[in-house]
C-alpha cells in the first residue's frame, strides 16, 4: 500500500502570509495527488485535485504543484477563514490513503 | 444543490452489526463513482470504500476487507454500508462522498455531514 507523509505537522500563521505544506508518497503516483481543508465540526472540502488543479469555486490564493512522490500546497496569502486541518490524499491505486494532516493556525 | 444524507450510526456492542445509508440528491447518482471515508474522534481520515457508478467494481480498504459490504441502489439514489463484526477501532464519524467526474482519480468533491458509529461494551 502507499503510504502518504505530510510536513508540518502544525503550524502558525499571521494573516497575509505565505504558507506551504508539504506531502510525500511512499511510490510514484504520478499526478493523482488531492488536498482538502477540513475546519473542525465540518465535512472535508476538496481545494486541489490532480495535483495543481483549484476545485471551482476554491479561492485562487491557493495553489498546488509537484509529481512522482513530492507535492506541495501554498497559500499565498493566508486569511481567517483558512484555519484547519490540510489533508493530502492519494487517488493512484487504492486503498486511497491520506496523508496525516497539517493544521494550520492563524495567529 | 448536490446534497448528501447519511443515517444509521449509533451505539453498537463489539461483534455487533450497523447498516449505513447515504441518500444522495441534486444530481444524477448513477453518473457518479461514491465513497465511504471515516474519522475516528480526534483522528485523520480513513478511506474505507468505494463503489463504480454501476456498482460493479468495488474496492475496500485492508481493515474491513470482509466485514464491510458497499451497495447502492440508483434507483433510490442511496449509498449503503453494512458492517459487521464491528470492533472497537471501528469508532467513527462516517462520510460518504461523491466522486468528481472525468477527472484523474475521482477525487472526493462533495461530502455529507457524517454519522457517527460509536462501538463500545
Known amino acids: 500500500d502507499i503510504q502518504m507523509s505530510q510536513s508540518p505537522s502544525s503550524l502558525s500563521a499571521s494573516v497575509g502570509d505565505r504558507v506551504t505544506i508539504t506531502c510525500r508518497a511512499s511510490?510514484?503516483?504520478?499526478?493523482?495527488l488531492n488536498w482538502y481543508q477540513q475546519r473542525p465540526g465540518r465535512p472535508p472540502k476538496l481545494l486541489i485535485y490532480?495535483?495543481?488543479s483549484l476545485q471551482s469555486g476554491v479561492p485562487s490564493r491557493f495553489s498546488g504543484r509537484g509529481s512522482g512522490t513530492d507535492f506541495t500546497l501554498t497559500i499565498s496569502s493566508l486569511k481567517p477563514e483558512d484555519f484547519g486541518t490540510y489533508y493530502c490524499?492519494?487517488?493512484?491505486?487504492?486503498?486511497?490513503?491520506f496523508g496525516p494532516g497539517t493544521k494550520v493556525d492563524v495567529k | 444543490e448536490v446534497e448528501l444524507v447519511e443515517s444509521g450510526g449509533g451505539l453498537v456492542q463489539p461483534g455487533g452489526s450497523l447498516r449505513l445509508s447515504c441518500v444522495a440528491s441534486?444530481?444524477?447518482?448513477?453518473?457518479?463513482?461514491m465513497n465511504w471515508v471515516r474519522q475516528a474522534p480526534g483522528k485523520g481520515l480513513e478511506w474505507v470504500s468505494d463503489?463504480?457508478?454501476?456498482?460493479?467494481?468495488?474496492h475496500y480498504e485492508d481493515s474491513v476487507k470482509g466485514r464491510f459490504t458497499i451497495s447502492r441502489d440508483n434507483a433510490k439514489n442511496s449509498l449503503s454500508l453494512q458492517m459487521s463484526s464491528l470492533r472497537v477501532e471501528d469508532t467513527a464519524i462516517y462520510y460518504c462522498?461523491?466522486?468528481?467526474?472525468?477527472?484523474?482519480?475521482?477525487?472526493?468533491?462533495?461530502w455529507g455531514q457524517g454519522t457517527l458509529v460509536t462501538v463500545s461494551s
Open positions: 463503489i463504480s457508478s454501476t456498482g460493479s467494481v468495488i
Open positions: 490532480a495535483a495543481s
Open positions: 462522498a461523491r466522486g468528481l467526474r472525468g477527472v484523474l482519480g475521482s477525487p472526493m468533491d462533495s
Open positions: 441534486g444530481f444524477t447518482f448513477s453518473s457518479y463513482e
Open positions: 511510490q510514484s503516483i504520478s499526478s493523482y
Open positions: 490524499q492519494q487517488s493512484y491505486t487504492t486503498p486511497f490513503a
